[in-house]
């Protein structure tokens, strides 16, 4: 499918990778000064898949921040270090020393925030011949497959969102206190007005006001819903110079480790969002 902003004479082409989330943008050098027809046919596209890539791109530090500030402002990472002299940029990177690798498990980028941001965008340079794949699952979908009596249920309830067991246990040498924030457990997306299950399994740690119990069961069935369904799902696979841009407030998301001892590196930045509502 092939996207023209009225008026323009510049296009995009937007391919679907399946039919609930995920899609493919050719046609535009990210690291060029793009007009803004460009730009609004990516947001446009990015509001309806919720994730999209692109190949063949080529950034370094600087390229990629000026990239990011194209749709909103940046911000630094409350749970890891940014590369030095960069303050936005955070590293991503495995080889055959690693014991462990960012976004093994299904997340949303440091939903304990405040504030959690509104996207991500990654860039990697160095990717293995086989495996290093990241899925994608939409939370619009994860919300719209509940029952009725279960979104009732859910309707105005808070969950807690903890990063301290994620980072503590990563850098157990760092005496450091990370964000714990209580967020509704079904937000409306400020864009597209439509209403997305807001947990994850690696920070959402208890319901508000629920017996302890009877909220462990709960997320647990949450947890399971959202990220079993493959027709709610797109993966990715990676080559050399891949952009993947996906929004926190509407998707999680899971870096699959089935390439040890090979080599997966790159960099991203995060774009700042706001308080769910």
């Known amino acids: 499918m092939t996207i023209t902003s009225p008026g323009s004479e510049s296009t995009i082409t937007v391919k679907p990778m399946t039919g609930t989330i995920g899609a493919e943008i050719f046609g535009v050098d990210l690291q060029s000064d793009f007009g803004d027809d460009i730009l609004a046919q990516i947001k446009d596209a990015f509001a309806q898949y919720q994730v999209v890539f692109f190949r063949d791109q080529e950034f370094d530090y600087d390229s990629l921040a000026v990239l990011g500030r194209r749709f909103g402002e940046l911000v630094t990472h409350s749970g890891v270090s940014s590369v030095e002299g960069h303050p936005y940029i955070v590293a991503i ?109 690696s920070y959402t740690t208890e319901i508000v006001g629920v017996d302890r119990l009877e909220s462990k069961h709960i997320l647990n069935y949450l947890f399971e819903h959202c990220t079993t369904d493959p027709g709610s799902q797109v993966r990715f696979r990676w080559e050399p110079g891949s952009v993947a841009f996906w929004d926190n407030r509407c998707t999680l998301h899971r870096a699959v480790w089935d390439y ?18």
């Open 93 to 201: 990177h495995a080889d055959a020393d690693s014991k462990y690798v960012a976004g093994d498990g299904w997340h949303s980028d440091v939903s304990a925030d405040a504030a959690p941001p509104m996207g991500s965008i990654l860039y990697l340079h160095t990717v293995p011949e086989v495996g290093g794949d990241t899925s994608w699952v939409s939370m619009y979908q994860a919300y719209d497959s509940l029952s009725e009596p279960m979104k009732q249920y859910l309707e105005g309830k808070k969950a807690v969102h903890d990063a301290n067991p994620v980072y503590k246990r990563l850098f157990p040498d760092l005496d450091k206190t990370y964000p714990r924030t209580e967020h509704p457990m079904v937000r409306t997306h400020p864009v597209t007005g439509r209403k997305a299950l807001f947990v994850n399994p």
């Open 260 to 277: 040890y001892p090979a080599v997966r590196s790159g960099f991203r930045v995060t774009i700042a969002g706001e308080v769910p509502v």
